[in-house]
């Protein structure tokens, strides 16, 4: 039994550690970021996949103005919440919004994601703002 006791506190603190390490490790992205002021805007295409492992996100096209193919880059995970209305969507619609992705990225080129834009009535807009607008009020 103490054994038991000793493996679960064991078990909980490295669970700890790692999610201390993750969230540290973007706060630390971001900070520097916005330090240095390099904050990227990256226009993209999407799609809406769904994976039963991964959940509900938005699979980018990054486009290259120099080259004529997009290459998947990235994924944005949406809030589940706004999940079945992003379904909705058509995405030859969406795409017609002009979404743009905005990262964080450190002096040394790591990346954090810091939104998923479109523009909706003539302002830019993150996609969960777009949601709530669109969906009348989802709940928070």
Same mark, same amino acid.
């Given at each position: 039994?103490?054994?038991?006791?000793?493996?679960?506190?064991?078990?909980?603190?490295?669970?700890?550690?790692?999610?201390?390490?993750?969230?540290?490790?973007?706060? %630390?992205?971001?900070?520097?970021?916005?330090? $240095?002021?390099?904050?990227?805007?990256?226009?993209?295409?999407?799609? @809406?996949?769904?994976?039963?492992?991964?959940?509900?996100?938005?699979?980018?096209?990054?486009?290259?103005? =120099?080259?004529?193919?997009?290459?998947?880059?990235? &994924?944005?995970?949406?809030? =589940?919440?706004?999940?079945?209305?992003?379904?909705?969507?058509?995405? %030859? @619609?969406?795409?017609?919004?002009?979404? &743009?992705?905005?990262?964080?990225? @450190? $002096?040394?080129?790591?990346?954090?994601?810091?939104?998923?834009?479109?523009?909706?009535?003539? &302002?830019?807009?993150?996609?969960?703002?777009?949601?709530?607008?669109?969906?009348?009020?989802?709940? &928070?």
């Amino acid at each position: 039994m103490k054994n038991r006791l000793i493996v679960f506190i064991a078990a909980t603190a490295v669970e700890l550690i790692v999610l201390a390490g993750i969230v540290s490790y973007c706060y %630390r992205v971001k900070a520097s970021a916005i330090k $240095h002021g390099n904050i990227i805007v990256l226009e993209c295409t999407a799609y @809406d996949p769904y994976n039963p492992f991964k959940g509900r996100y938005v699979k980018l096209n990054i486009v290259d103005k =120099e080259s004529p193919y997009a290459k998947t880059c990235d &994924e944005y995970y949406l809030n =589940e919440r706004y999940a079945n209305f992003v379904d909705s969507i058509n995405w %030859r @619609d969406f795409n017609d919004m002009k979404p &743009e992705l905005e990262l964080y990225v @450190d $002096h040394k080129g790591r990346a954090v994601q810091k939104s998923l834009t479109v523009i909706s009535d003539g &302002e830019r807009i993150s996609i969960e703002d777009y949601c709530k607008k669109m969906a009348g009020g989802t709940n &928070e």
